[in-house]
């Protein structure tokens, strides 16, 4: 299915890994330019060769900052209009998840992961609306999680986090409606640098990685079996931000394998 994203311009924050990459390859595979940010500038120039050696680079555009930084992010805005001509689809993928309880989260905690998981979508957001509505077929996709509905009592802080950034979503896509259409996906388990992080560091070093993480899944009961992958993940998010679903906005699409108990 063609998804209408040739010449068009895609924006993905945090880019450089994960989920936020394999984005990025999949818009680029479907013939988008992509402008992508991410923190780190050395991991972030050694992804932008690999692309360039792939793609070329005449559709390919990075810059290193945070997204907590507004003025960052109207540069890079400004940066994107002058090289590609402004941008059509917005994906903010920025943060990862906070391991705590409600006991043992200090009010510096809470005040930081608030701040990360709501402006690392309103700061990009703010700086493309204009160039979004600019655009016929202007969108915004957001990674967002299924604790954002179903809450785990160890992730405390991120599962509220999550729940208001959705609510922010679902009242966004009414607000910015018609111009720019806003949608999210919601993840469960995905095979990430975070999980590689915690392989690295379980008890049993003899374990292979095969069997941590096909016990991991049997024990958070996914239907499915398996965790998922990031390419799973930026098919979702390349097709919702794509001029083929153009009508389809404050919509929010599971990609957990099925382990979500909520209807």
């Known amino acids: 299915m063609d998804l209408g994203l040739k010449d068009k311009t895609v924006v993905v924050t945090g880019g ?8 990025v390859r999949a818009a680029l595979a479907e013939g988008a330019k992509v402008a992508f940010c991410a923190r780190g500038a050395d991991r972030l120039s050694k992804v932008v060769d690999e692309l360039i050696r792939e793609y070329g680079g005449e559709r390919i555009m990075a810059q290193a900052f945070s997204v907590l930084d507004p003025a960052a992010n109207a540069a890079f805005a400004a940066q994107v209009a002058e090289r590609f001509g402004g941008c059509d689809a917005l994906v903010t993928n ?57 809450p785990e009592p160890h992730m405390v802080c991120t599962s509220a986090a999550r729940a208001g950034v959705q609510s922010l979503l679902k009242s966004l896509a009414v607000e910015l409606a018609p111009e720019i259409r806003v949608n999210s996906i919601l993840l469960g388990l995905v095979d990430s640098q975070q999980w590689q992080r915690r392989f690295d560091a379980r008890e049993d070093q003899s374990q292979s990685r095969g069997t941590w993480f096909a016990e991991l899944a049997d024990r958070k009961a996914i239907p499915l079996g398996r965790l998922g992958q990031a390419e799973e993940a930026a098919k979702a998010l390349v097709f919702l931000a794509s001029p083929a679903a153009s009508y389809i906005t404050g919509a929010r699409l599971e990609v957990s394998g099925g382990v979500s108990r909520f209807i």
């Not at 450089?16 to 984005?23: C, F, M, N, Q, R």
């Not at 510096?108 to 016929?136: C, G, H, M, N, V």
């Open 16 to 23: 450089s890994s994960g989920i936020g990459l394999a984005t």
């Open 94 to 150: 920025a943060g990862q998840g906070r391991v705590s309880t409600y006991a043992d989260t200090s009010d510096a905690d809470w005040r930081e992961e608030l701040e990360l998981k709501f402006f690392s979508q309103l700061y990009p957001i703010r700086a493309f609306e204009a160039q979004l509505r600019a655009t016929a077929s202007g969108s915004i996709t957001a990674v967002n999680s299924l604790l954002a509905y179903q």
